[in-house]
């Protein structure tokens, strides 16, 4: 009991010195992050992220609003959706289809326009971006090894990484820790003041292509890869490209230290309502409200099933594994952009159908089920075609004496 008072003592006094540091400004940026991540909510984006790069947007008016109906959506699936979803800390669930915004609900005094933490959403749009770079040619091929653009790397064993195996979280770098002690590698990636650094000090520990590892490094790589490559800041690259055409209001990317490296792995903050964009872009393979912002047959790669984990793309969820899920999804051709911190992206181009749920950071729901919001405004759409009955499809289970 004594011990338990005073490992309460102990952390309580330490908490109070950095309280006190943070007051009259004797500690160092890292310090500063460091603290706040430990006194502040998640909630505290706009607090923790500092210092901030404008990613510039084109502010332009969302997607035409329409009535379910006219999308012929069922409007009782969409309630029963939006009641499992504010049962479950959700801040948004905003539904489209054909380019059309059919269905908004909205808690914790949030709407469409409200500034939020994007978690790990911005590594979507690394890959997006790569693809425009592509087009661009100022990325020769996925395949082309990133020692070419990194010259740190060339002649490192590291160098021969490419670019699809960073795309598909499978560099083969060993990632630090995750512990949240100050001293460890993983706190000093996170809250330090030079990300570049700390990535390039990750070493080799598989083949790469071979295994999947979820980590900051890869999307992070991938956008020093694109700066080189294009010879601009990260954020400006990204708004030129991509967040500029889709209309998105302005956004910002949390930089290690002023002037210094954006995190491309999350930490964006946008409008939440301006996610549906992105999904508008995907379902159409690139094209947004009938203007190609990406090559045809991108997005269709991106969704290719990854040799290191037949279940993800380019961080894309693509396989039939789903996680935390009662059921496999209603559709075959939904995809999955998981966003972390209870956001996420279902994405139907079969029926040009977007889903998107904001989450509130640092909630934890060990009752989530990922099938369940998706499933049921899929089945609600009057066109929808169940899998077996598809065209070529066995119907012995739907269809007696067959």
Known sequence: MEGG????????????VLVALLAVGQTSLFWKRYAASLLLPATAASTIYQPRELIPGGNEPPAPRVTPELESLDRHSLEMAAAYAGAHDSRALIVSRHDHIVFERYWQGTSFDTLTDGQTFPRVLTALAVGVAISHRLIGWPDEPIGALLPEWRGDPRGAITV???LQMSSGLTPPAATRVPWGAFARQRFGTDLMAALMNEPLGATPGTTRVEQAADPQLLAAVM???????????LSQALWRRLGAADAWAWLDRPGGTAHADCCMLARQGDWIRVGQL????????????IRPGWVTAMRTPARSDSDYGAYLR???RVAGGAEPYAARDLFVVDGGGGNGLWLVPSL???VLRMGTPGARDQSWDDTRIANLIVRGARDYLPPAARPGADVSAIVPGH
Do not use: H, I, P
């Open 5 to 16: 008072k005073l490992k309460v003592l102990t952390w309580g006094a330490v908490l109070a």
């Open 282 to 293: 995907m379902v159409r393979d690139g094209n947004y409200r009938g203007a190609e912002v």
């Open 352 to 354: 040009q159908l977007v």
């Open 164 to 166: 699809r195996n960073l």
């Open 318 to 320: 693509v396989g039939s």
């Open 227 to 237: 700066e080189r490559a294009a010879r601009q800041r990260y954020a400006a690259y």
